[in-house]
């Protein structure tokens, strides 16, 4: 690990760099007030005070709509009904700004796509393609849990490199190869001072004490799985709930998807795209049968399976990084921390 | 406001334990500056949970399609419209419900306050006509007329149309006469220009489809865009006649249906402003029918009802 001061004439130099080298997404002000992840290297130091991102970052890895195979139905072509994979081009991108929560993000993820049993070939490529510039957060907000779910605002998890920022200028902490490289292709190479490492230190804990929401989920790993789900408070709890599926949409660790095919003409894609469990679609069976039949049994699913199957099948904490957008975004105010309390409890 | 929240509670309480309903829709406070959470009560005890105030926009009318128990509801102005439009649809009975009316006071935007707040909200406090907007690092004191929902300026119905009992005072309705100022802007465009416009407006949709699940209109047990066989509409992201798709076709569904309760507008994550095309159907259904949806129970939907006098110079 090597860290290096990045002055602000660097920074803009670096992004400009960047941009010219990868594909760069950076966080963009919209005209709403609130920040969304554009290609560009108009980055604004002015704006890096930003809290988060409206969407998470997941979609740069793993798209809303992913085009995975194209076929034909012409009879007079020979490669009639032929499905053939549509060979995507990954582009080395980087993501500058990205806040540690959402970078952690990424490794719950991970767990998922690529797994002894099965190779997710369209994430892990896109995944192994981006380099992850992250932002540490000084100013936390109220909605923000992630020191008790999986990262914290100086987290490093799934970071090439972080930047601290200090005063108008940074401390950038290179944390891989990847982030080397990055580094150098940014010119960011001056040494920092020797002082820096308590400064972080510092920074870090004044941070940290700034997370004002925390959950816990020991007990709900040690209760019984059908005990919990089928636990009375559900119905009351999700009552207010519309299944629309937000809270999953905007959520960086929500990996579920279904597959399509559209046909236009004779051509076909099979493609795929963002799905949720709260949506009565999710588990509709071909006979009609809708095992999840209720709104509340699919909102039931969402917290069972971020809460406890999640930590049940792969023993490493919760699927949730503790970004707080669901809490945010949620019309109804449904709130994973007041859910998570209760389970727990 | 807290004098509508005690009376909510106290007939709340008389229904339960008369025994008139078997549970209570209402508010409950929210874990956030600036949202509650709807619930159900279903013991006196608990009547106290209830809340009202200014951000109670959501429509509790969309908890009510296909219930079988005796209800008890809060209703506001479009909340009431709502409840009488599904009664007049047959998705629930009149004699099920026991209506709490709460003349409205008007709601707060959410989205308006944050952005000329400017910093992460921490606690907002209402009156009669301020709100005071608390942040980590400052305080400021806004007119509450300054802060409302779009919908809400223009409501001409906040007194509820149908109830048993009312949590306050009924208050005089607004005389200005519905213009629909901004349709109009949006009719004098050009049809490239309109075109532009509403692509423009719908790029950020992420197809969540939360303006659908709020909507007390949108009950049907699968949505024409959830259709799988056949399949009607495509639904990648990427697709943006699909999208198009959607809205407009959702609108027309809900033409002459419509109270402009703005409770889709509200649950969009993107802040798109989707009541631009119900709106654009509220005003024709007014211009040329002199319609305006859900104020009685006694009148078929203007759609499914023909008068031989109707507007028809659109049938060329
Ligand atoms: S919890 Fe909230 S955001 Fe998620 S589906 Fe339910 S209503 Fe929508
Ligand atoms: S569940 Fe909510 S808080 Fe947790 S990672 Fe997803 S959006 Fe963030
Ligand atoms: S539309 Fe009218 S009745 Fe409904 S919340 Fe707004 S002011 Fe109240
Ligand atoms: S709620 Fe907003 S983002 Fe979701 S489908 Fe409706 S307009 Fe699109």
Same mark, same amino acid.
């Given at each position: 690990?090597?860290?290096?001061?990045?002055?602000?004439?660097?920074?803009?130099?670096?992004?400009?760099?960047?941009?010219?080298?990868?594909?760069?997404?950076?966080?963009?002000?919209?005209?709403?007030?609130?920040?969304?992840?554009?290609?560009?290297?108009?980055?604004?130091?002015?704006?890096?005070?930003?809290?988060?991102?409206?969407?998470?970052?997941?979609?740069?890895?793993?798209?809303?709509?992913?085009?995975?195979?194209?076929?034909?139905?012409?009879?007079?072509?020979?490669?009639?009904?032929?499905?053939?994979?549509?060979?995507?081009?990954?582009?080395?991108?980087?993501?500058?700004?990205?806040?540690?929560?959402?970078?952690?993000?990424?490794?719950?993820?991970?767990?998922n796509f690529d797994t002894e049993e099965?190779?997710?070939?369209?994430?892990?490529?896109?995944?192994?393609?981006?380099?992850?510039?992250?932002?540490?957060?000084?100013?936390?907000?109220?909605?923000?849990?992630?020191?008790?779910?999986?990262?914290?605002?100086?987290?490093?998890?799934?970071?090439?490199?972080?930047?601290?920022?200090?005063?108008?200028?940074?401390?950038?902490?290179?944390?891989?190869?990847?982030?080397?490289?990055?580094?150098?292709?940014?010119?960011?190479?001056?040494?920092?001072?020797?002082?820096?490492?308590?400064?972080?230190?510092?920074?870090?804990?004044?941070?940290?004490?700034?997370?004002?929401?925390?959950?816990?989920?020991?007990?709900?790993?040690?209760?019984?799985?059908?005990?919990?789900?089928n636990a009375s408070f559900w119905e009351?709890?999700?009552?207010?709930?519309?299944?629309?599926?937000?809270?999953?949409?905007?959520?960086?660790?929500?990996?579920?998807?279904?597959?399509?095919?559209?046909?236009?003409?004779?051509?076909?894609?099979?493609?795929?795209?963002?799905?949720?469990?709260?949506?009565?679609?999710?588990?509709?069976?071909?006979?009609?049968?809708?095992?999840?039949?209720?709104?509340?049994?699919?909102?039931?699913?969402?917290?069972?399976?971020?809460?406890?199957?999640?930590?049940?099948?792969?023993?490493?904490?919760?699927?949730?990084?503790?970004?707080?957008?669901?809490?945010?975004?949620?019309?109804?105010?449904?709130?994973?921390?007041?859910?998570?309390?209760?389970?727990?409890? | 406001?807290?004098?509508?929240?005690?009376?909510?509670?106290?007939?709340?309480?008389?229904?339960?334990?008369?025994?008139?309903?078997?549970?209570?829709?209402?508010?409950?406070?929210?874990?956030?500056?600036?949202?509650?959470?709807?619930?159900?009560?279903?013991?006196?005890?608990?009547?106290?949970?209830?809340?009202?105030?200014?951000?109670?926009?959501?429509?509790?009318?969309?908890?009510?399609?296909?219930?079988?128990?005796?209800?008890?509801?809060?209703?506001?102005?479009?909340?009431?419209?709502?409840?009488?439009?599904?009664?007049?649809?047959?998705?629930?009975?009149?004699?099920?419900?026991?209506?709490?009316?709460?003349?409205?006071?008007?709601?707060?935007?959410?989205?308006?306050?944050?952005?000329?707040?400017?910093?992460?909200?921490?606690?907002?406090? !209402? *009156? &009669?006509? @301020?709100?005071?907007?608390?942040?980590?690092? +400052?305080?400021?004191?806004?007119?509450? $007329? /300054?802060?409302?929902?779009?919908?809400?300026?223009?409501?001409?119905?906040?007194?509820?149309?149908?109830?048993?009992?009312?949590?306050?005072?009924?208050?005089? !309705? *607004? &005389?200005? @006469?519905?213009?629909?100022?901004?349709?109009? +802007?949006?009719?004098?465009?050009?049809? $490239? /220009?309109?075109?532009?416009?509403?692509?423009?407006?719908?790029?950020?949709?992420?197809?969540?489809?939360?303006?659908?699940?709020?909507?007390?209109?949108?009950?049907?047990?699968?949505?024409?865009?959830?259709?799988?066989?056949?399949?009607?509409?495509?639904?990648?992201?990427?697709?943006?006649?699909?999208?198009?798709?959607?809205?407009?076709?959702?609108?027309?569904?809900?033409?002459?249906?419509?109270?402009?309760?703005?409770?889709?507008?509200?649950?969009?994550?993107?802040?798109?402003?989707?009541?631009?095309?119900?709106?654009?159907?509220?005003?024709?259904?007014?211009?040329?029918?002199?319609?305006?949806?859900?104020?009685?129970?006694?009148?078929?939907?203007?759609?499914?009802?023909?008068?031989?006098?109707?507007?028809?110079?659109?049938i060329k």
């Amino acid at each position: 690990m090597k860290l290096v001061s990045i002055n602000k004439e660097d920074f803009y130099a670096g992004a400009e760099k960047l941009y010219n080298s990868y594909k760069l997404y950076i966080p963009v002000k919209q005209e709403d007030n609130s920040y969304a992840f554009k290609n560009s290297d108009k980055i604004d130091i002015n704006n890096l005070t930003f809290l988060n991102t409206r969407l998470s970052p997941k979609s740069l890895v793993f798209p809303q709509t992913e085009k995975m195979f194209s076929y034909t139905t012409d009879t007079n072509s020979e490669d009639c009904n032929i499905i053939k994979p549509i060979n995507k081009e990954n582009l080395k991108q980087a993501i500058l700004g990205i806040r540690p929560c959402d970078s952690a993000s990424f490794g719950i993820v991970e767990k998922n796509f690529d797994t002894e049993e099965y190779k997710d070939p369209f994430w892990i490529n896109s995944y192994k393609a981006t380099t992850f510039i992250g932002l540490a957060c000084d100013n936390p907000d109220s909605t923000c849990f992630c020191t008790t779910a999986n990262s914290g605002p100086f987290d490093e998890k799934g970071l090439d490199i972080l930047l601290i920022t200090s005063g108008d200028s940074f401390i950038g902490k290179i944390l891989t190869k990847k982030g080397e490289e990055a580094a150098k292709i940014a010119g960011w190479t001056t040494e920092a001072p020797a002082d820096s490492v308590s400064a972080i230190e510092k920074q870090k804990k004044e941070a940290e004490s700034k997370i004002s929401s925390s959950i816990s989920t020991d007990k709900i790993k040690d209760k019984d799985t059908l005990e919990l789900y089928n636990a009375s408070f559900w119905e009351e709890e999700a009552f207010a709930c519309i299944n629309c599926g937000t809270c999953a949409y905007v959520c960086p660790t929500c990996w579920c998807f279904d597959i399509q095919d559209e046909i236009s003409d004779k051509k076909g894609i099979r493609m795929r795209n963002w799905d949720s469990c709260m949506f009565p679609l999710f588990t509709l069976h071909g006979s009609g049968h809708n095992p999840r039949d209720l709104k509340y049994q699919r909102a039931r699913q969402r917290f069972m399976h971020k809460l406890k199957y999640y930590q049940d099948k792969y023993q490493s904490g919760i699927q949730c990084v503790g970004c707080g957008r669901c809490i945010r975004l949620c019309p109804v105010n449904i709130d994973i921390r007041r859910i998570c309390d209760i389970m727990n409890s | 406001m807290a004098e509508y929240i005690s009376k909510i509670q106290e007939i709340s309480k008389k229904i339960l334990q008369d025994g008139k309903v078997d549970i209570v829709i209402g508010f409950s406070d929210g874990s956030l500056p600036m949202a509650s959470r709807p619930c159900f009560i279903k013991s006196p005890e608990d009547t106290g949970k209830l809340i009202f105030d200014g951000n109670c926009g959501i429509n509790l009318a969309n908890y009510l399609t296909g219930k079988k128990e005796k209800i008890g509801i809060i209703a506001k102005g479009c909340d009431s419209r709502n409840i009488a439009q599904l009664i007049v649809e047959n998705k629930i009975k009149r004699e099920q419900l026991f209506i709490i009316g709460v003349p409205c006071f008007k709601m707060i935007d959410k989205r308006k306050t944050s952005l000329l707040f400017e910093e992460e909200i921490t606690q907002v406090t !209402e *009156s &009669d006509d @301020k709100i005071i907007v608390k942040g980590k690092n +400052k305080e400021k004191t806004f007119n509450r $007329e /300054d802060m409302l929902q779009e919908n809400c300026i223009t409501c001409m119905h906040r007194n509820p149309v149908i109830y048993d009992e009312l949590a306050g005072e009924l208050i005089k !309705e *607004s &005389d200005q @006469k519905a213009e629909y100022e901004d349709v109009k +802007k949006i009719e004098a465009m050009s049809s $490239e /220009d309109r075109w532009n416009h509403f692509s423009e407006m719908l790029s950020a949709c992420v197809r969540c489809y939360a303006c659908r699940d709020a909507c007390p209109l949108c009950y049907c047990p699968t949505c024409f865009v959830d259709e799988s066989s056949p399949q009607w509409v495509g639904k990648s992201a990427d697709n943006q006649i699909d999208v198009k798709t959607f809205h407009i076709l959702r609108a027309f569904h809900c033409a002459g249906r419509c109270t402009d309760c703005g409770a889709c507008e509200k649950a969009c994550p993107m802040g798109i402003k989707v009541r631009k095309f119900t709106r654009k159907l509220n005003s024709d259904a007014m211009r040329h029918y002199e319609w305006e949806a859900g104020l009685t129970t006694d009148k078929r939907p203007l759609l499914d009802n023909f008068r031989v006098n109707d507007y028809q110079d659109f049938i060329k």
